[in-house]
């Protein structure tokens, strides 16, 4: 079956630090990875699209220097929070779509708390 | 501004009932809609797809979609307490343009 697997599951950074996280799909061919914030208050932003064999896309408010995202193949993607402060924390989630069909699978998400 | 819109923002049901969610998309390019079922401290899970005018069902869920009016909505009968959790829609046009977005949810409580 297509699994997201998605890691750290949580993580905890001080104030001003940096972490990683990745996404590996599972069984399938992911042919764009959508990266979530999912705010402590439940509501989710986009903050990029990346798609193979075309540039990452990033919604308003995000930008590549905050968060970068690699997408080298079509199976792994990792996103890095730069310089974590308190409006960072929430659960960052990634789906990965299959092939052309409208499945999206996600992740389990990454908890980011920072102190 | 929100593109996808749920309502209502939350739902009571009593255990055997029918709970009614709703979803409107205002970007006219849309041509795929998801529902998506988080439980507390748990990553979104697709219930759901629905891409074609009409109807589909699974099991207990139902699944209307009406293209003219980017309108999903989702059925959920004979509702259980395990079905309390967060119901988030989502919407994305298909090809080049492949962007899904999602809605604020809809909190639904199924109480025994």
């Known amino acids: 079956g297509a699994l997201v697997y998605q890691y750290p599951r949580r993580t905890i950074c001080k104030s001003g630090t940096s972490m990683r996280m990745e996404c590996q799909a599972v069984g399938f061919q992911a042919t764009s990875v959508a990266w979530y914030r999912q705010s402590p208050q439940k509501t989710f932003e986009l903050i990029a699209l990346s798609t193979v064999n075309s540039a990452i896309k990033y919604e308003q408010n995000f930008t590549q220097e905050k968060f970068p995202i690699s997408h080298p193949n079509l199976s792994f993607s990792s996103m890095t929070v730069l310089n974590a402060y308190l409006e960072d924390r929430g659960l960052y989630l990634c789906?990965?779509?299959?092939?052309?069909?409208?499945?999206?699978?996600f992740g389990h998400g990454t908890k980011l708390s920072v102190l | 501004q929100q593109k996808v819109q749920q309502s209502p923002e939350s739902l009571i049901v009593p255990e055997g009932g029918m709970a009614s969610l709703n979803c409107t998309s205002s970007d006219r390019n849309v041509d795929y809609f998801w529902w998506y079922r988080q439980h507390s401290g748990k990553s979104p899970k697709m219930l759901m797809?629905?891409?074609?005018?009409g109807e589909k069902e699974e099991g207990r869920f139902t699944v209307h979609l009406n293209k003219a009016s980017l309108h999903t909505s989702l059925h959920i009968r004979d509702s259980q307490p395990s079905d309390s959790a967060l119901y988030l829609c989502a919407a994305a046009p298909s090809g080049g343009n492949y962007k899904p977005t999602f809605g604020k949810g809809t909190s639904l409580v199924v109480h025994p």
């Open positions: 789906g990965a779509r299959e092939g052309r069909n409208e499945r999206l699978f």
């Open positions: 797809s629905i891409f074609s005018n």
